[in-house]
Nanobody
Framework: QVQLVESGGGLVQPGGSLRLSCAASGRTFSTYNMGWFRQAPGKEREFVAAITRSGGGIYYVDSVKGRFTISRDNAKNTVYLQMNSLKPEDTAVYYC?????????????????????WGQGTQVTVSS
């Protein structure tokens, strides 16, 4: 069982930056692939970024490439999402998720059903 707690959300002006953190409980964090998703009001949950257990594989949705950076610190049981050049359309609740290793992960990392545990979410609002 893994418990995930996100933090770092808030209100920021367009063009600003935020860093989200997701702290995981337990001693097996390094065995999980990690992902960030977001959900805006009235929309489906959307994949944002993912990182493999060792950090050797990193994936982004096209709309955040060059602006967002996912990273992890296995010693601290934490995954991060650095968000720069934020836009109003980035406004959403952001969720982190942990997934047990699967052979298909390199092609299915964007699917919510690849993940077994979810955090409660943190609100990000980009507005002037």
């Amino acid at each position: 069982q893994v418990q995930l707690v996100e933090s770092g959300g808030g209100l920021v002006q367009p063009g600003g930056s935020l860093r989200l953190s997701c702290a995981a409980s337990g001693r097996t964090f390094s065995t999980y692939n990690m992902g960030w998703f977001r959900q805006a009001p009235g929309k489906e949950r959307e994949f944002v970024a993912a990182i493999t257990r060792s950090g050797g594989g990193i994936y982004y949705v096209d709309s955040v490439k060059g602006r967002f950076t996912i990273s992890r610190d296995n010693a601290k049981n934490t995954v991060y999402l650095q968000m720069n050049s934020l836009k109003p359309e980035d406004t959403a609740v952001y969720y982190c998720a942990a997934g047990r290793p699967r052979l298909s992960y390199s092609v299915t990392y964007y699917r919510p059903d690849e993940y077994d545990y979810w955090g409660q979410g943190t609100q990000v609002t980009v507005s002037s």
